[in-house]
């Protein structure tokens, strides 16, 4: 029985491990230029077609995050021709943000660095939690 259990714990701790090992090779090998591309193509560029959800989608990240457009504010007017939206200034006092207050860094950048951080956390977190095991 104590064999059992004894096994049963070595097998939680590896897996703990792994995970963590997993993580923190995601971490260093995430590729920006994919997210790019995904962001860009399913939700960015949409943004103008008349798919009210994805424009919502797109102005809620940009709120949320203090952040516009793909990699900077102009990539409104350069991808799409439109004018930067309200949802890219701190104030939004109308649908068009003016380029002088809108947010400078951009959107995909933003989302990376959370992701990164939140990975690298959770890596850190698993492998505290193995620690914590082996000294107990």
Do not use: W
């Not at 995430?30 to 008349?50: M, R």
């Not at 995050?65 to 102009?74: A, D, N, S, T, V």
Request: charged share 15%.
């Amino acid at each position: 029985m104590v064999v059992t259990f004894a096994c049963l714990l070595l097998t939680i701790l590896i897996i703990q491990v792994a995970i963590s090992i997993y993580v923190f090779v995601t971490v260093k090998n995430f590729d920006e230029n994919d997210f790019k591309k995904i962001y860009t193509e399913n939700l960015f560029l949409a943004y103008n077609t008349g798919n009210q959800e994805q424009k919502s989608t797109v102005d809620a990240i940009q709120e949320t995050l203090k952040c516009c457009g793909i990699e900077h504010p102009q990539d409104f007017t350069t991808r799409l021709g439109i004018p930067i939206p309200g949802s890219c200034c701190s104030k939004q006092v109308s649908d068009i943000c003016s380029p002088l207050e809108a947010y400078n860094e951009g959107c995909v950048t933003t989302i990376v660095n959370i992701f990164k951080s939140a990975l690298t956390v959770l890596g850190g977190v698993a492998l505290g939690i193995a620690a914590a095991e082996v000294r107990n």
